[in-house]
């Protein structure tokens, strides 16, 4: 027993380095976006051009746009994104309230996680530039409503992945491009604030 516990341990010990050193150079990554985005909020400063409307007018980098988004999302990692069977929801009995839109969440919620490790968003639109959605749970089918959306929130556009917990939603308001973060904390929604971030151009985000 000596001997094994002799020989396992350098292998423990290797083990242990390597994750100092993924999470040693997670922490530099944030560290050289938040610097980057840092810089470029000076230079938007300088120039008067907004950076969020950067990629979309043309007249500065679209990286601007990317960097502040990546960031918010590197900031709320999902802890694993489920490969699972989707899960539907129940709407004879917990998801009732969401069986108007049955078939749009079930479609939606069929092709698997896009959110947050194990969430389906699914976006419904209401109108011309109206949409709103949901995020369906697809371990176990729940359903939650978005908590902005409608009519209120002109041409709302959502950022999202399924390794990130954080929403970057942008909409037109007063002739004005809004900009707010939503993180999922595992039973709703956590605003960071609405923002103005410029003329309604700057809502017109770089296609990928």
């Known amino acids: 027993m000596r001997v094994l516990a002799t020989a396992t341990f350098p292998i423990l010990l290797g083990l242990s380095s390597i994750a100092m050193a993924q999470a040693t150079d997670h922490e530099e990554r944030i560290r050289k976006l938040e610097e980057r985005l840092r810089v ?11 950076l969020s409307g950067a990629g979309r007018l043309g007249t500065s980098p679209a990286v601007s746009v990317e960097a502040f988004e990546r960031s918010v999302f590197v900031r709320h990692p999902a802890e694993g994104v489920y490969r699972g069977q989707p899960r539907l929801p129940d709407f004879q009995g917990r998801d009732r309230d969401f069986a108007s839109y049955r078939t749009r969440l079930r479609n939606g919620m069929a092709q698997g996680v896009n959110f947050a490790g194990s969430l389906a968003m699914v976006e419904v639109g209401c109108g011309t530039n109206c949409r709103f959605a949901f995020a369906g749970d697809v371990r176990n089918g729940q359903v ?9 929130y002109y041409s ?12 970057v939603a942008y909409w037109q308001a007063n002739q004005r491009c809004m900009r707010d973060v ?14 103005d971030i ?11």
């Open 156 to 167: 709302l556009d959502l950022q999202f992945r399924p390794e990130s917990r954080a929403v």
């Open 198 to 208: 410029g003329p309604t151009e700057a809502c017109y985000r770089q296609q990928q």
């Open 182 to 195: 939503f993180v999922w904390t595992g039973k709703d929604f956590s605003s960071s604030g609405q923002s």
């Open 144 to 152: 939650f409503s978005f908590p902005i959306g409608g009519e209120d």
């Open 40 to 50: 470029l909020e000076e230079q938007q400063a300088r120039s008067g051009v907004p």
